[in-house]
Each structure stands twice: as C-alpha cells, then as structure tokens.
C-alpha cells in the first residue's frame, strides 16, 4: 500500500486569497476609521468649489462623519453615514442630513459609478432663518415654515437628467418690498412643485389646489435665476391693477443669479 504524498498547507492558491481577504479587510478598515477631516484636508487643494461655497470643521471618519459648510455667508451642517456598497451594481448608499438651526433636510443618496447619483430627500425650512439672504436677493418673506414633501434628483456623468419635488406652506402673513415701502397681505395655503427643463430647473408656485402659477422661476445650470410673477399673485395679495389684465399675464420678470455675489 503506498501513501500520498503530503500536500502544502499554503498552496499558490491558498496564498492569493489569504492575501487579497487580508487587503480587501485592511481598505474596509482604512474607510470605516480613517478620519475624514485628515482627508478633506488632503483632498481640498484639488477640489475646485463655488466661490460662495467653504468647508470647514471637517469631523468624524469617512463612514460616518459631519462637516461644517458657509454657503453665501450662511452657516450649513452636514452629517453623513455610509451604508455597505453594492459590488454588483457599483453604488454606495448613503445617508444625509443638512441642517441649520432651525431647518433640516434628510435624504438617501445613492453614489454609482463613475458619476452618477441619485437623491430622495424631505425636510422642513423656517424660512425666518433665511430672511437677510430673502431681502439681499429682492424677494418676499413669508411667516412660518415649508415643508418638503418630497424631493428627487438624479445625475448621470455629472449633470442633472432629471429633478422632481414638492413643497407646500400653510398660508399667512407676506411682505415684499415696494421702493422705499414695505408691501404687506395675508396669503392662502400655497405649494410649490420643482421640474427639470432643458436649461435647468423650473419651479412653480401657485395656490394649492388651483390650476394657474402664480409665480414660476428657471434655474439655470449657469447659476442665474429668470423669475415671473403673474397676475394671479397680485388677486392673492389683494393688491389693485389694472382691470385689462388677465389672471395668467406675466406683470413682473427678472433675471439675476441665484445666491448673492453670484455670476
């Protein structure tokens, strides 16, 4: 009777994958417990940014960590976590918050590769917080808060292909500048819905349950702002014009950038 020869406990094999689990286990420790300020702080000289937009106080690992944005001079936190990646699809899940002191956005972000992204988003905005941008920019404050109900985009070798969202107040109190006076009414429940157009984004205010806007902007990818306000918004303030015009004519447009300081 003869007896088989021993085999090595290490093969070729063996060896290869005892080295590629041990690689694949130090880069998923290497994510987990890397610490992102160390990184942004590398990463930062190479990143080119808005000029209204700065990162500081970078906290916590890349997993899962917070930083603290100026967005045209308005403080912003940002806190995200990762969920574990899809090999199959190339896309990592991720959950984001933004929030300021009174207002916050929450949404599931899902990065895929090479440079797509998809967004799901809700959140609430105390639209007081933001009065000094408001009153910079020309536009009209309202009491109280916005909510987002819902708020979907989508990017594919990074520009937006689509963008979806709604958003509603429950009416009250308005003011808006009038030269040297301020204007003043009280206004109806309202919503407004976001859509993408070939220039950009289109956002639609109107009362809600009724058919015509009130008032629509274009977002361009440039980052300029076309704003309309029809007739329909002055009947809601009760203000007088001319009894010519229709509901749906357009009494007031301008175009300007979208944050202050803009292009």
Known sequence: MTESAPKAFLRPGKVFLLVLAGVLVYLAALVIWVPAGWLWHK???????????????????VWSGAAGIVVAGFPVRASWELDWPSLTSLQLPVSLNIATARSAVNGDLI?????????????????????????????????????????QLSLEDNRVT??????????????????????????????????TTNGGLALVVREQGADGPA????????GMMELRVYKRMVDLADQPWSDSASPGDVIFRVR??????GL
């Open 256 to 261: 300007q950038p979208l944050l202050p300081g």
């Open 215 to 222: 008032a629509d902007a274009n977002i361009l990818w440039d």
């Open 43 to 61: 990463a930062a000289p190479h990143v080119s940014l808005p000029s209204q937009v700065d990162i500081r106080q970078v906290s916590g690992t």
């Open 111 to 151: 990065l895929g590769w090479p440079g797509n992204l998809n967004l799901d988003a809700t959140g609430r905005v105390m639209v007081a917080e933001f009065e000094d941008l408001i009153r910079q920019s020309g536009g009209a404050m309202i009491e109280g808060e916005v909510l987002i109900d819902r708020v």
């Open 162 to 195: 689509s963008a979806s969202g709604y958003g509603r107040w429950d009416g009250g109190a308005v003011s808006w500048p009038m030269g040297n006076q301020t204007g003043q009414a009280t206004f109806p429940p309202m919503e407004a819905e976001l859509d």
